[in-house]
């Protein structure tokens, strides 16, 4: 059982930023490749970016100029900067493990408001 704890969302005006972090209780956590998705209130679950493993990384087209993944292998924690924060990027944010069945975890929430 692989546990993803996320940490750092919270209220942010437009224009903001925030860094969010997941930490992942698997010790070889180096070798799998990890993503950050999110759901907007009414919306679908969609990918805002993946890390591979070797630190290759693939971002939604929407928010690749803004948001920046990455990963610290020593202290299993995978992390999204996210910069120039709009309105509509709103929504509960998911770490994500491909791993077997799949991990996700328990979500924060990210509120982009004036």
């Known amino acids: 059982q692989v546990q993803l704890v996320e940490s750092g969302g919270g209220l942010v005006q437009p224009g903001g930023s925030l860094r969010l972090s997941c930490e992942a209780s698997?010790?070889?956590?180096?070798?799998?490749?990890m993503g950050w998705y999110r759901q907007a209130p009414g919306k679908q679950r969609e990918l805002v970016a993946t890390?591979?493993?070797?630190?290759?990384?693939n971002y939604a087209e929407s928010m690749k100029e803004r948001f920046t993944i990455s990963r610290d292998n020593f202290k299993n924690t995978v992390y999204l900067q996210m910069n120039s924060l709009k309105p509509e990027d709103t929504a509960v944010y998911y770490c994500?493990?491909?791993?077997?069945?799949?991990?996700w975890g328990q979500g924060t929430q990210v509120t982009v408001s004036s």
């Open positions: 994500y493990m491909p791993l077997g069945p799949g991990y």
């Open positions: 698997l010790s070889i956590f180096g070798i799998y490749t």
């Open positions: 890390i591979g493993s070797g630190g290759n990384t």
